[in-house]
Nanobody, 120 residues
Framework: QVQLVESGGGLVQAGGSLRLSCAAS????????MGWYRQAPGKERELVAA?????????YYAESVKGRFAISRDKSKNTQYLQMNSLKPEDTGMYYC????????????WGQGTQVTVSS
């Protein structure tokens, strides 16, 4: 099993920046893809960004965050990051770190979440 612990959330004004971190432990070798989801009040959880464990480190971004967010992964520290720039009030929500294991078709490890609030 994989354990995920997020940090770095907080309150920021629109236009500001935050960096989220997610430390992974446990069966690290089993992780195929890591990513970040967010859930705003009254809305469904959505995938924001993801990064593959392959050599290229393929990435995915939701249209709403392209050009503003950047996902990265430091394998030596078993940590992934989400750099969020030019934040907007609509980026407000609970951000969850997630991991998809090899052979899985859906996320099988979740962090506890970290709150991001962007004020206008």
């Amino acid at each position: 099993q994989v354990q995920l612990v997020e940090s770095g959330g907080g309150l920021v004004q629109a236009g500001g920046s935050l960096r989220l971190s997610c430390a992974a432990s446990g069966s690290i070798f089993s992780i195929n893809v890591m990513g970040w989801y967010r859930q705003a009040p009254g809305k469904e959880r959505e995938l924001v960004a993801a990064i593959s464990s392959n050599a290229k480190g393929d990435t995915y971004y939701a249209e709403s965050v392209k050009g503003r967010f950047a996902i990265s992964r430091d394998k030596s520290k078993n940590t992934q990051y989400l750099q969020m720039n030019s934040l907007k009030p609509e980026d407000t929500g609970m951000y969850y770190c997630a991991a998809l294991s090899y052979g899985s078709r859906e996320v099988d490890s979740w962090g506890q979440g970290t709150q991001v609030t962007v004020s206008s």
